[in-house]
């Protein structure tokens, strides 16, 4: 309130009087200057500060009862802001990245989607699963199990992947140390693999692997008990390959990621396009179903059942 009289006085020609009048000061509160002397509480906040100093002022104040000085907290906190000891919060660096538009896949090995999915053993222990899909066939390309994956790990498992399937045109996988070290985009660059990283924090543009990741979470890790690593590589590969072989895709007509693959290999023998072959697969009928007789449908949207 005193700045806004000043304020008032120097900016509108106000008397004293009649500035704080308009703010409804009283005048007697506007001239008041305290006669109290900070100056022993000023030297031993800095002492303390100077000790600790990323402690902020209620713990310099809990220091201070410590000592047997009984001082409002109000009073320390008044007295340590005018000294200028408030702690500079440290806010964190964020990655400022642009994420890459997803374009859809329209044929085996351009697109490949990394991520890893966290889980742990009988003994407590971390382990962690690095899950590869092809983002057309919906193959589940590797399920590599270990405790820790540093990236001269991840691109080992990648030239084993290419060894038998080849290299992909594209990879993409979120922001993480493992896939954004010098070693693996250094290995992108030498074999001329587009790298598209998603926004920090945005899974979803990374959405085909996730969703294989709540697969294989609920169906694999959720059911599953871990003794030991051996046994959980053992595992998750067995399950790997009923996904690929065993377990029908919605997405693909319910299909196998095998079958599909095969046929996608087939069309591309033929001279067919292969993005008609994922267009076919994806808009095929799911299941058959039973229609409902139209009276019998009238009556229940009567009924208020449907």
């Known amino acids: 309130m005193k700045a806004a009289v000043e304020h008032l006085k120097q900016d509108y020609a106000f008397s004293e009087r009649r500035a704080c009048a308009v703010l409804r000061l009283p005048v007697s509160t506007f001239r008041y200057r305290s006669s109290r002397c900070d100056a022993a ?56 990245r642009v994420g890459t538009p997803a374009v859809d896949a329209t044929k085996v090995n351009e697109r490949w989607s990394l991520d890893f999915v966290s889980d742990g053993l009988a003994s407590g222990r971390a382990i962690r699963v690095l ?35 080849g290299l992909p045109e594209r990879i993409r996988c979120d922001n993480g140390p493992e896939l954004t070290s010098r070693h693996f985009l250094a290995w992108c660059i030498d074999r001329r693999i587009t790298l598209e990283h998603i926004q920090p924090g945005r899974p979803m543009q990374n959405g085909h692997v996730e969703s294989f990741n709540g697969k294989f979470r609920d169906e694999c890790l959720n059911v599953s008990w871990f003794r030991n690593l051996f046994e959980a590589r053992r595992q998750i590969h067995r399950w790997q390959k009923d996904y690929n072989e ?40 799911p299941l058959p179903h039973t229609p409902i007789p139209a009276q019998n449908r009238i009556k229940k949207l009567n009924a208020g059942f449907v």
Do not use: M
């Open 246 to 285: 065993s377990r029908p895709h919605s997405s693909l007509s319910y299909r196998t990621p095998a079958e599909f693959a095969l046929l996608a290999t087939a069309a591309i023998s033929a001279g067919q396009y292969v993005a008609d072959v994922g267009q076919e697969a994806s808009n095929a009928s």
């Open 41 to 96: 509480l000023r030297e031993k906040l800095a002492e303390l500060a100077r000790e600790k100093p990323r402690f902020g002022y209620r713990r310099l104040h809990i220091l201070l009862q410590r000592k047997g000085e009984r001082i409002n907290h109000k009073r320390v906190w008044r007295v340590y802001r005018e000294a200028g000891l408030c702690v500079k919060r440290r806010r964190r660096k964020r990655l400022a």
């Open 131 to 165: 899950s590869v899909v092809d983002t057309y066939t919906r193959e589940c390309l590797a399920l590599d199990v270990d405790t820790s994956f540093p990236s001269p790990r991840v691109t080992r498992v990648l030239d084993s992947l290419s060894a038998v399937r």
